[in-house]
């Protein structure tokens, strides 16, 4: 059977491998898709295992998107672009990289009807899945872009990476902004203790805030964002499904049909 993989740490947690048996049930296309735990250390040695094992394709997520990017040969156009690969497909002895996770975003936010063309956007956070998010973003045309980081260097880094339309900001500058029409969470505050200290200034009625996570993990800026004043919030479970429905559609040439599978998912949540 076609073996495939996500890599992560924590990752007993992801839905990834029911996301992708329910592609494959739809599709009629059999397949094996597990969850392998593994932190920066040991990626390496279980990624060749799993490749010696007869992995095809593989899912990377936290914290080794961007350490997956220096294991694959070639690299595609749009994870070159975002320095960030989070999508793995066997070719020949190796691994093509890719990243989904910018198209995966843009199809959620046009899933819920929001058009980022024209928008004022505040990005919190600058690791891979920010990288992606932010490429995505200013590709579709987001009138300004605006990424805070905890550490400023490395939404500079991001920023330089980008054009004249993206701009870092201090996060203790946060407070003096006025209110964006889109802010994201693409920090890992809610994966463990850190709670995200997020001023209000940024947020107001009309701000979409969206984080890329997913369930109890998105809460903490979910919460903070409509006690901020916003009334619309949206998690990351369908940015999860159009992302993994890019990669499905990457290894096996067929796209799912994304819309049953977030429905499942959202009527198990409660």
């Known amino acids: 059977m076609n073996r495939y993989a996500v890599f992560g740490q924590p990752i007993a947690h992801s839905l990834s491998p029911r996301i992708h048996a329910a592609f494959g049930t739809q599709l009629g296309i059999a397949l094996d898709y597990r969850a392998i735990e593994t932190g920066r250390e040991t990626f390496a040695s279980k990624l060749d295992a799993f490749f010696r094992d007869g992995g095809l394709g593989a899912n990377i997520t936290l914290p080794l998107k961007q350490n997956a990017m220096a294991l694959c040969s070639p690299l595609s156009e749009r994870a070159l672009r975002c320095g960030s690969v989070n999508t ?10 890719d990243s989904t996770d910018g198209v995966g975003l843009l199809r959620d936010l046009a899933r819920h009807g929001i058009d980022a063309r024209g928008a004022r956007v505040l990005l919190l956070g600058a690791g891979g899945a920010a990288r992606a998010a932010a490429f995505a973003l200013r590709e579709t045309g987001a009138q300004e872009l605006m990424i805070a980081n905890r550490t400023p260097a490395r939404a500079q880094e991001l920023v330089d990476a980008l054009d004249a339309g993206a701009r870092a900001l201090a996060w203790n500058a946060l407070g003096r902004e006025t209110p964006f ?10 994966h463990g203790d850190d709670a995200l200290d997020l001023p209000s200034g940024p947020i107001a009625a009309a701000t979409v805030c969206y984080d890329l996570s997913y369930g109890k993990v998105a809460q903490s800026f979910l919460v903070r964002a409509v006690a901020s004043g916003a009334t619309r919030v949206i998690d990351g479970l369908g940015m999860l499904v159009e992302q993994a429905a890019e990669s499905f559609a990457l290894w096996h040439r067929r796209r799912p049909d994304t819309a049953p599978v977030h429905a499942m998912l959202r009527s198990e949540e409660g």
């Open 181 to 190: 029409d889109l802010v994201i969470n693409a920090t890992a505050a809610g």
């Open 88 to 97: 793995l497909t066997r070719e020949g002895n190796g691994w093509r990289g």
